[in-house]
């Protein structure tokens, strides 16, 4: 497989195959896939968890499963039955030496029934404690060797890439000392999947009005949201132990400071977009007691009208002290970014799902006119909105028609939408394609996984030595404790609304 080459054939074994990243996300991405004729040729799935299922009854399972999380426009039952012909069961415990043993003629004869390449692409969907004990017990049986042209191998890692700093980096030394190289190792982050936070590249890199403005002298602040109405569902078991730091902000929200505050690559390659990247990362202004105290809030969920509390959700311990929202202020050290706060928050059990970056840009230097509507409309705002009804809004000042010279904001609206459809919903087809390629671009290389568990490591120890740091109650359906609020009026500024962002869509808020 050269890069961003499509073999002509290819096994993906998926790790963790009765689980919910399978069901919901992988198997509905590869059947989109499948759908657009953009698998290899000759294409097998096996699945492998610990359940013992016959074929025929996982292929029944995701046959089911499909119709229940593919979009009714993608339904197709005949392709879902060719689809499903393509898939394949192993039974085995992944934490078990000796299983392996069996998976490799299991895995060799299902390769020679579809062509022979000796093309295999592990994808991890277990849980994280099993992320260094695959890749080693795969090399035991010598099924993670690239043998040149035929028999590539390469492995996709789940997110949470390790559980902090000193895990990280043991989980790298892992893949690197003793089974794949990082040519081979495609950790993913599903964020850098979805069509519109690419877009935020093209964006800022192929226009030139933002760039000359892109910076500390025009940039007063920018916020990071990405909030969701809906709970931890049935992952209480990993969620508790995770937490929204680890879940959602080391990864996802992170990644999106990052995209918002990189310098141009100098080449559109894997090389020079995530070396631009990790300098991001490496200039994260690392975190003083006095800022994790002050600049980080943590909240969790409480019951409101008929919503339980998160302590009472299956898995979660009825004391547990796991924040499910989180608000930070985070600034970075250079030269282009120097004073300017980042304000990023996420969390469960908001009023809405959505993702959006707001910049905000300086006010104007003298407010020369009146403010219709008792609102002044001094400063530019740029709202890129990743999910849902993508778009990208820039309001500015305008005179208000008619006598005197009041002016008021308006809003310049860009609709994804009206481009006509647009993949918006398959980041995981889309970053699970660029790994058949070979391209590795969208995927987080070693060198930034570490340069951010270094910044938030000390996050996680200070809360684990200081376990009556405050962890506050908001009400299930609201948007977060108070103190987030009061975080960000250190600005004089209050979170913008993401439900009155937009002008042109709509976005459903229970508020
Ligand atoms: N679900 C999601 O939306 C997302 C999940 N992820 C990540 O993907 C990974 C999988 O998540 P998810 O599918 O939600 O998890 P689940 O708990 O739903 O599934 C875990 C899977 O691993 C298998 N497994 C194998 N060995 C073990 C073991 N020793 N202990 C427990 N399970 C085992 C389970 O099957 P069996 O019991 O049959 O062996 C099951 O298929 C996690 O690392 C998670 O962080 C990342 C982004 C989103
Ligand atoms: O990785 C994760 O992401 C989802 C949110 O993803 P989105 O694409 O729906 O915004 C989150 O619900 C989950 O807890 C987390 O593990």
Redesign the pocket.
Known sequence: MDVKMKPQSLVMVI???????????LIPALYLLYKHNRLPENFAILG????AFTDDEFRERIHLQLLRFVKPEDVNEEKIRSFVSLINYF?M???DPDEYLRLQPRLLKLDQMIGNGENYIYY????????GVIPQYLKNVGLNLSKGPKGNKRIIV???FGYDLESALELNNIYYKDAFREDQIFR?D?YLGKETVQNILALRFANTVFEPVWNRNYIDYVEVTAVENMGIE??G??FDD?GTLR?MVQNHLIQLVALTAMEPPTAFNPDSFRDELAKVYQSLTPLTEKDINQHIIRGQYTASEGRKAYREEKDVAPDSRTETFLAMKLSISNWRWSGVPFYIRTGKQMPTKVSEIVVHFKPTPFPLFNCAERTCPTANLLIIRIQPNEGIVLKFGLKVPGSGFDVKQVAMDFSYSSLGPIPTEDAYARLIEDCILGDSTLFTRSDAVEACWKYFTPVLEYWKNHPESPLYGYPAGTWGPREADMLIQEQNAEWSNPCKNLTNTELYCEL
């Not at 790790?15 to 996300?25: I, N, V």
Request: glycine share 8%.
């Open positions: 790790f963790g195959a009765s689980g919910d990243l399978t069901r919901r996300k492998v968890a610990r359940t039974p415990d992944p934490a991890l969907a277990t849980p994280p404690s099993l992320y789940e997110k949470p993913i599903h049935q992952r078991g990993y995770a879940d």
